[in-house]
């Protein structure tokens, strides 16, 4: 998404061109890719743990710290190995979105005018609210202590960003719309 709207705002007259099928195809297939390495380095962990404290987890689905409090080995490695995965993936993911948005708002900074720099902000602003909540609860989610963990927490945390922000993430994309704004108010 901040590719698309770097190429929007930055470039809009190669948009059609910068944007097509292929180059969607192709970011396609690398989220695709990297989602399934990172679950298969996961299921790889989960399945090579020797669990002893029962099969119950006070969650929706399995999540990786519920897992790892079910082990009786030191999980403390694995749990660290995971995280470095995970980090690496996500700084690199954060890294493009970082130099995207710098490039837009230096793109943004130069309309000359109050309303179009408007527009371009007002098209950027749902997909920094999506990524901010989402980054946000999956940041708390993970790498808080688990000392700090407690059930009914870790359950809001685990619904907020598993279910809450796909959920509102249809309304935030349409904000703009002017019969979504008619039927709320």
Not at 27 to 37: H, K, N, R, V
Not at 92 to 98: I, P
């Amino acid at each position: 998404m901040s590719y698309d709207r770097y190429v929007a705002i930055c470039k809009p007259l190669h948009y059609g061109t910068l944007l097509g099928s292929r180059a969607c195809v192709h970011m396609a297939a690398a989220a695709w890719a990297t989602g399934f390495l990172n679950a298969l380095l996961h299921t790889a962990n989960t399945f090579s743990l020797p669990l002893c404290k029962g099969n119950v987890l006070d969650q929706f689905f399995c999540e990786i710290p519920q897992i790892l409090k079910l082990s009786y080995s030191n999980s403390y490695l694995r749990e660290l190995e995971l995280l470095v995965v995970g980090v690496s993936y996500a700084f690199g993911c954060f890294v493009l979105f970082v130099v995207s948005y710098v490039q837009i708002f230096r793109a943004m900074l130069r309309i000359p005018s109050e309303q179009g720099r408007h527009k371009a902000f007002s098209t950027c602003l749902p997909h920094l609210a999506v990524v901010s909540l989402f980054v946000s609860t999956g940041m708390f989610a993970y790498l808080k202590p688990p000392s700090v963990s407690s059930s009914s927490l870790d359950l809001v945390v685990s619904f907020l960003y598993s279910v809450l922000t796909p959920a509102v993430n249809p309304l935030i994309y349409s904000m703009r719309n002017q019969e979504l704004k008619d039927a709320l108010i």
